[in-house]
T-cell receptor
Framework: AQSVTQLGSHVSVSEGALVLLRCNYS??????LFWYVQYPNQGLQLLLK??????LVKGINGFEAEFKKSETSFHLTKPSAHMSDAAEYFC???????????FGSGTRLQVQP | DTAVSQTPKYLVTQMGNDKSIKCEQN?????MYWYKQDSKKFLKIMFS???????INETVPNRFSPKSPDKAHLNLHINSLELGDSAVYFC????????????FGPGTRLTVL
């Protein structure tokens, strides 16, 4: 069975500071990994994904994530936080043979002025 | 030109009532999903349909019945609503042949009084 752990339910950074949101996964097969963002009262929007190939993945809004198989991690980073980045972020894993996503519990990012 | 749409956006009803939520996607995808997001923001798969065939049916009460009249539509009917059914329900779609990148609707916030 797959699982996703997001360390830190709340992360607060200052505007312009580095954003680091942590995600560790457990999967019995090579996984597909995703980061989604949810703004208040909205649906989920895909930020980026890892399927195969290059382990450093770039996404929208300046975010990127690195797949580290040895650490079973897929942490999300952004060099400089913007006020508009304040939202809930979800890491998800998909077993290539199972057509559903298993989500982490989410991390709420606050950006202080 | 909304990709995945849901109606209604908000649904407030009394315990014991029966209600339906509708979902439509215009992405040409062949797989559709229902997810439930609880009050702690945790997202969990409920159902998945591929080409109108049910392929995932998680541990969900029989009061919940999905119906897919065609590939572009997936509806969720809930009988005898209970207080614990209050949540945000998200519809999503993906292409079966892809990496399971899922596109989400805006959600339906169900409140059972």
């Amino acid at each position: 069975a797959q699982s996703v752990t997001q360390l830190g339910s709340h992360v607060s950074v200052s505007e312009g500071a580095l954003v680091l949101l942590r995600c560790n996964y457990s999967s019995s097969v090579p996984p597909y990994l995703f980061w989604y963002v949810q703004y208040p009262n909205q649906g989920l929007q895909l930020l980026l994904k890892y399927t195969t190939g290059a382990t450093l993945v770039k996404g929208i809004n300046g975010f990127e994530a690195e797949f580290k198989k040895s650490e079973t991690s897929f942490h999300l980073t952004k060099p400089s936080a913007h006020m508009s980045d304040a939202a809930e972020y979800f890491c998800a894993v998909s077993d290539p043979g199972r057509r559903a996503l298993t989500f982490g519990s989410g991390t709420r990012l606050q950006v202080q002025p | 030109d909304t990709a995945v749409s849901q109606t209604p956006k908000y649904l407030v009803t009394q315990m014991g009532n029966d209600k339906s939520i509708k979902c439509e996607q215009n992405l040409g995808h062949d797989t559709m999903y229902w997810y439930k997001q609880d009050s702690k923001k945790f997202l969990k798969i409920m159902f998945s349909y591929n080409n109108k065939e049910l392929i995932i049916n998680e541990t969900v009460p029989n009061r919940f019945s999905p119906k897919s009249p065609d590939k572009a539509h997936l509806n969720l009917h809930i009988n005898s609503l209970e207080l614990g059914d209050s949540a945000v329900y998200f519809c999503a779609s993906s292409q079966a042949a892809g990496h399971n990148e899922q596109f989400f609707g805006p959600g339906t916030r169900l409140t059972v009084l």
